[in-house]
C-alpha cells in the first residue's frame, strides 16, 4: 500500500470518506483533482461540495515517521494559503492542473449531476474559502500510538475555523482481485461556528445564519427563498463595510477583521488559538447592535477573561453604561444599543457611530487586560 493509492481511491471514490460521521454539512463533495499546487505545497486530494465547501485531504501512511505530527502542519499550512484565495483563484489552479479550460469546478460539480447556479456557486465558494470554513481530512491506512493526539493539537494551534477529521482507511485485497475498503473516524473536532461562547442574557448572536436557520450559502428549490437570503446577506455586508470604513482604532495593534455576511465579526485578542475576541453584532430582528466580551469554552482567552473579575471596578466605569458582571460561570462584559430602524439612514447611523464608538472603547479597555492575563498565566 502507498500514498499515492490511497489518494487513487479518495480520488475514484469519495463516498468512501465517513463524512457524515464527522461533519454533515460536507457531505456529498465532489472529487476535483489531485495534487493540487498551492504556495505552501500540493494537497494530496481537493474536492468541493455542490454548496461551494471546500475539502482538502491529506493522505499518509502511519508507519511513516512523517504520518504524525508533521501531516497536522502541512494540512494546516494548505488551509491558510487557501484563506488568500477566491473561487477565481481555485479555478485556475485546477484548470492547470487537470489541463481543461472555463471553470473547471463548476463543471465537475455538474458533471456530477448536481444543478448548480453559477454566481451562487462562485460567491459560496470565494466567502467559504476567505473564512476558512473547510473540512480538513487526514486518512491514514492504520492507527498507531500518538495519532490521537494529533486532533488535540490541531485544536489549540488553529483556532477552530475548520472541522478536522482522522480517518483509518485500511484497504484489504481480496483472493479474486478486489479490494475492499473499510473506513473508521478515529476523532473529529469541529467548526467554530459550534464552538460554545458566552452570550449576555437578552442577546442574540447568529454566526452568518439566515433568520430560517439555513447556514452559508445553502441552495434550495425556491428562487424566491434565494433572492430574500441573498439581499438579507448583501445587506449585512453592506453594514459591516460602512461600519469598517468609518472605524477608527486608537490601538494601532488591534487587528481589523473584513466585512462578513453574517450577523456578526469578531475582533480577536491574539490569544492562543484565537480564543478571545470582541463580538460585535447586528441584530436585525430587534433594530439592535451591541457587543461583548467573548471566548472559547474552558480556553486561555476564557481562563484570562476570569482573571478581570478584581478590576471589574475599573472596567465599568471605563465602559461606562456597559454591563460588567463577574458573578457568572462565565464573564459578562457587554453592551446593546436598540434603535426604532435599522433600515432607515438615520437611525442606521446613529447605530454605526455608536457601535464604532462603543468597539473603539472595548478595545482601549479589554485588550491590554486580556494581554497582560495572558502573560500572567504564561500561556501568551
Given at each position: ?74 494540512i ?29 469546478l ?13 454566481i ?15 473540512l ?39 483472493p479474486?482481485g ?149 458573578s ?24 454605526l ?5 462603543r ?22
Amino acid at each position: 500500500m502507498s500514498e499515492a493509492t490511497i489518494q487513487e481511491f479518495v480520488h475514484s471514490y469519495p463516498s468512501c470518506l465517513p463524512i457524515s460521521e464527522i461533519d454533515p454539512m460536507f457531505v456529498g463533495p465532489v472529487a476535483i483533482c489531485r495534487e493540487l499546487a498551492t504556495p505552501a505545497g500540493a494537497i494530496d486530494n481537493f474536492l468541493v461540495t455542490p454548496s461551494g465547501l471546500p475539502v482538502l485531504v491529506e493522505c499518509k501512511l502511519w508507519r511513516n515517521p512523517e504520518g504524525r505530527r508533521e501531516v497536522v502542519g502541512q494540512i494546516l499550512d494548505y488551509s491558510k494559503e487557501l484563506t488568500k484565495w477566491s473561487a477565481s483563484d481555485l479555478q485556475r489552479e485546477a484548470s492547470r492542473r487537470l489541463g481543461r479550460k472555463g471553470n473547471v469546478l463548476l463543471d465537475l460539480v455538474r458533471e456530477a449531476g448536481h444543478d448548480v447556479d453559477e454566481i451562487m456557486f462562485n460567491d459560496a465558494l470565494t466567502f467559504n474559502l476567505r473564512r476558512g470554513r473547510f473540512l480538513l481530512l487526514i486518512v491514514g491506512d492504520g492507527i498507531r500510538e500518538g495519532v490521537e493526539a494529533i486532533a488535540d493539537y490541531l485544536q489549540a494551534h488553529a483556532g477552530l475555523h475548520f472541522t478536522l477529521g482522522l480517518v483509518e482507511m485500511p484497504i484489504y485485497a481480496a483472493p479474486d482481485g478486489t479490494k475492499l475498503v473499510v473506513p473508521r473516524v478515529l476523532t473529529k473536532t469541529q467548526t467554530i461556528a459550534r464552538t460554545v461562547i458566552s452570550v449576555p442574557d437578552g442577546m442574540v448572536v447568529a454566526d452568518g445564519e439566515d433568520e430560517d436557520g439555513e447556514e452559508g450559502f445553502v441552495p434550495t428549490d425556491s428562487p424566491e427563498r434565494n433572492e430574500a437570503r441573498e439581499r438579507r446577506r448583501q445587506m449585512r455586508f453592506s453594514f459591516w463595510t460602512e461600519f469598517l470604513e468609518g472605524l477608527r482604532l486608537d490601538d494601532p495593534e488591534q487587528m481589523v477583521p473584513t466585512p462578513s455576511l453574517g450577523g456578526h465579526i469578531v475582533f480577536k485578542f491574539g490569544a492562543p488559538g484565537g480564543s478571545s475576541w470582541i463580538t460585535v453584532y447586528r441584530d436585525a430582528r430587534y433594530n439592535a447592535v451591541g457587543l461583548a466580551l467573548s471566548s472559547n469554552v474552558n480556553s486561555p482567552g476564557e481562563r484570562a477573561s476570569r482573571l478581570l473579575s478584581d478590576q471589574a471596578h475599573e472596567i465599568a466605569e471605563e465602559l461606562g453604561g456597559a454591563t460588567v458582571d463577574f458573578s457568572k460561570d462565565r464573564p459578562d462584559v457587554s453592551q446593546r444599543y436598540v434603535v426604532r430602524d435599522l433600515e432607515d439612514p438615520s437611525e442606521r447611523g446613529k447605530a454605526l457611530n455608536w457601535l464604532r464608538e462603543r468597539t473603539n472603547a472595548f478595545v482601549n479597555c479589554l485588550r491590554p487586560r486580556i494581554r497582560s492575563a495572558l502573560k500572567e498565566l504564561s500561556i501568551e
